[in-house]
């Protein structure tokens, strides 16, 4: 056990361990307990019969299929069941793939989209930051970065550490 100093100048210990991963069924618990003590009847998904006729629900194929190569919603299934205990809620649009979380005032969300051959991550800074693949306040991952797992678990990792907050006026 290691000390350090709390916000008064206590030493106290940390606590040491090793994260894991969750199998499906205990998320699943886990998710049960929150939404229980939450009182919350919020759907993690949108009923069929509230979504307009024009909306669309699914990736086109081209871009499911970059999606799929990219091992990007396997990665962000894994996110949403070991960091928000299932809690996300995923959404598909024609080019693109949204996985949102929190509630009211937090609400916050991983934007992808795929552009050509290329993954779009939209950031949370509007500016260039020091990524090669900034562009304008977006990370665009060419086929050569997206084919690495690598770059995609280590973008998703930024992505959830900074994720994109929902402005009042979307």
């Known amino acids: 056990m290691t000390t350090g100093a709390d916000d008064n100048g206590q030493s106290k210990g940390k606590i040491l361990g090793q994260p894991r991963g969750l199998r499906a069924d205990e998320a699943e618990e886990i998710t049960q307990m929150i939404r229980e003590a939450q009182q919350s009847s919020r759907q993690l998904t949108i009923p069929s019969e509230d979504l307009d006729a024009q909306a669309t629900t699914h990736l086109l194929p081209e871009a499911a299929e970059v999606v799929d190569q990219s091992h990007v919603r396997e990665i962000l299934t ?61 990370h665009v991952l060419t086929p050569e970065l997206w084919r690495d797992p690598r770059v995609i678990n280590e973008e998703l990792g930024e992505q959830f550490r900074r994720p994109v907050y929902e402005r009042s006026d979307d």
């Not at 996300?88 to 937090?106: A, M, P, T």
């Not at 800074?125 to 977006?138: L, P």
């Open 78 to 138: 894994k996110f949403n069941r070991d960091y928000l205990y299932g809690m996300g809620r995923f959404d598909e649009y024609s080019h693109g793939l949204l996985l949102k979380w929190g509630d009211g005032y937090s609400r916050r969300h991983i934007w992808m989209t795929v552009e050509g051959d290329n993954l779009v991550f939209q950031t949370s800074h509007e500016r260039s930051c020091s990524h090669s693949y900034c562009v304008d306040g977006k």
